[in-house]
Structures are given as structure tokens and as C-alpha cells.
């Protein structure tokens, strides 16, 4: 503000005004995300943690990655489609997964908590939650080293 100025004072009525636009454009937003809510899908889909031995600059390298039930990395939802996954641990160690950018409720998250304990080898655990569309990165946060932790997905 400058020296001369004074600053700009709102009456009553703008201040109502302005209150009833706000409520009002409320209303509007949870309809929005209610529309926006997934539908539950029926049959879970399967995703497996393993690692493979990758060549870099001519040398192996043992990764981590999830693999789906095409076999390919990672999977693919249609718009407005749960994650609904069944993730089966074949990594040979205990581990968890990190959903990067998405927010799944908590106990789903796969932050080493005492409530979320690892996934043992050889034991599956379920997921099922409303994703946020767009291509995410995922890894795990226990088990496998950091140089073995990158994976698409």
C-alpha cells in the first residue's frame, strides 16, 4: 500500500454477498466429488513384488518391480476404477510398497508403522482404495536395498 492510500474497507453487504457466493459454490464441489466416487470393481487384480537382474553399463543389476497380471510392469485402471489389488510377495524377503501420490487409508500406505507390519515372502496382502489417476512410481520400503528400489507402476 502506498503512503496516501487508505486501505479498502468492506461494507456489511459486501461481506454477505460474498458469503452466500462462497456457501453456494460449496454445494457445487461435494456434488463433484461424489460424481467422482469409483465404482467398486468385482475381481481383484494381482500384481506379484519380485526382483530380476538387469544389465547396466554391462553389469547386472538386481531390481525390485511389481509385476501385473499381463505380465507386464505395473497395471492399468480405467477411469474412475478402484485399486483393488491382491499383492503377492516373491521378492524373497520381507517388504512393503509405498503408493507415491496416491492416499490410501493409512494401515494401506506402506510405511513401516507397528500397525502395517512388512509383507513376509511368500504371503499376499490386499488393497482397496479410490486412486488418483495419473502414472505413479512405486517402491518398496523395507526388505530390498535403495539401489534395488525403483519400479514403474
Known amino acids: 500500500m502506498r503512503e496516501n492510500e487508505r486501505p479498502v474497507l468492506l461494507t456489511r453487504r459486501q461481506i454477505l454477498a ?3 457466493a462462497i456457501a453456494g459454490t460449496i454445494s457445487f464441489l461435494t456434488k463433484e466429488r461424489a460424481a467422482a466416487t469409483p465404482e467398486p470393481r468385482t475381481a481383484g487384480l494381482r500384481l506379484t513384488a ?6 547396466v ?9 511389481l509385476v501385473g497380471p499381463n505380465g507386464k510392469p505395473g497395471i ?7 485399486f ?7 521378492a524373497g524377503t520381507s517388504t512393503l510398497v509405498h503408493w507415491h501420490g496416491q492416499l490410501p487409508p493409512w494401515k ?13 515372502a511368500g504371503d499376499t496382502r490386499s488393497y482397496d482404495y479410490a486412486p488418483i489417476a495419473g502414472t505413479y512410481w512405486n517402491g518398496p520400503s523395507t526388505g530390498v536395498p535403495r539401489s534395488e528400489r525403483r519400479s514403474p507402476g
Not at 553399463?57 to 518391480?65: D, E, H, I, L, M
Not at 494401506?108 to 509383507?119: A, K, L
Open 57 to 65: 553399463n554391462g553389469k547386472p543389476a538386481r531390481v525390485f518391480g
Open 76 to 82: 492399468a485402471l480405467a477411469p474412475g476404477e478402484r
Open 108 to 120: 494401506q500406505d506402506g510405511f513401516p508403522w507397528p500397525q502395517t507390519p512388512s509383507i513376509p
Open 18 to 20: 460474498s458469503s452466500v
Open 50 to 55: 519380485g526382483t530380476r537382474t538387469l544389465a
Open 84 to 90: 483393488h489389488v491382491d499383492l503377492v510377495n516373491q
